[in-house]
């Protein structure tokens, strides 16, 4: 592990541990409107805990493109930089879905994964929504 990712890590920790305690001593409201959480605050402890936060996730963008090791690097350690590889490979399938609130966005490389994540967002769906359901009534 990079010893930079530390940083991240632990002005998340940080920030977690200021709105923790901003919250315990009432600097700090929390809530949720529809489906987004928010934040608010009016003190010193509060604005500490959003800053680390907010640092915390700029020093992850910046930091973890550094921490993902080179491929080529591993190939000259081992000596593996002149052996040629198999064209008949199996090549990965990349699927997934995304929602946005109530409507699924679904992703895949070919037709076939593309019509299973949508099978599958259903199914998410329908469970969320069968949920609700439960839940309200």
Avoid: R
């Avoid at 949720?32 to 700029?58: D, E, H, Q, Y």
């Avoid at 609130?101 to 994964?113: L, R, T």
Wanted: hydrophobic letters at 50%; aromatic letters at 14%; a positive charge.
């Amino acid at each position: 592990m990079n010893k930079w990712i530390l940083t991240p890590i632990s002005l998340f920790l940080l920030g977690v541990f200021f709105l923790g305690y901003g919250l315990f001593i009432g600097e700090v409201t929390i809530g949720l409107a529809v489906f987004i959480p928010f934040i608010m605050s009016n003190g010193l402890f509060g604005s500490l805990g959003i800053s680390c936060l907010f640092f915390s996730m700029l020093s992850l963008f910046f930091i973890l493109p550094l921490s993902v090791s080179n491929p080529k690097s591993q190939y000259h350690q081992t000596g593996l930089d002149n052996e040629t590889f198999d064209s008949n490979t199996k090549k990965s399938k990349i699927k997934g879905v995304v929602f946005l609130g109530p409507i699924p966005i679904v992703f895949g490389s070919d037709k076939k994964v593309t019509k299973s994540m949508i099978v599958v967002s259903i199914i998410i769906l329908i469970i969320i929504l069968f949920s609700l359901m439960l839940h309200f009534y």
